[in-house]
């Protein structure tokens, strides 16, 4: 019998983090409503020479992915809690609270939201949210 490590349902164009540089990788993700997905982190394994040689997926550190954005700025511990904050910052969006294509409220919510959560945790980014 085989456990299954997690839920996807696509694949998303997304920056894997290198040694020498970011790279883009296709990671597997799940789509969820609002624009959203959660994926694993991935990270670019390179040869001695800069070349990639592997993409590993990190299951220990889960990303939320706005498909009219970028991926937010934070890191959850799991799967399941990477979709629990993609489904609050959705309903903060829903409601008015924050907008998701304004970086900083997209931002600020991230940091509350670690802030209040101890299985998220703030991450620095190459994308969009650093603007």
């Known amino acids: 019998m085989t ?3 997690f839920v996807a349902d696509t694949l998303l164009d997304a920056v894997a983090d290198g040694a020498s540089r970011p790279w883009s990788a296709p990671v597997p993700a799940r789509t969820l409503p609002a624009a959203l997905a959660v994926f694993p982190r991935p990270i670019v394994r ?4 800069g070349e990639p040689i592997a ?5 220990r550190a ?3 992915h706005h498909t009219a954005a970028s991926t937010l700025p934070l890191a959850c511990d799991s799967q399941r809690a990477a979709e629990h904050a993609a489904a609050a910052l959705a309903t903060a969006g829903k409601d008015g609270a924050v907008d998701p294509t304004k970086p900083a409220e997209v931002a600020g919510w991230a940091r509350a ?11 620095r980014t190459w994308g969009w949210w650093q603007r």
């Open 3 to 5: 456990t299954r490590l």
């Open 46 to 49: 390179e040869h001695w020479g």
């Open 55 to 59: 993409v590993v997926l990190d299951l």
């Open 62 to 64: 889960w990303l939320i």
């Open 113 to 123: 939201w670690c802030e209040l959560h101890r299985d998220a945790h703030p991450i």
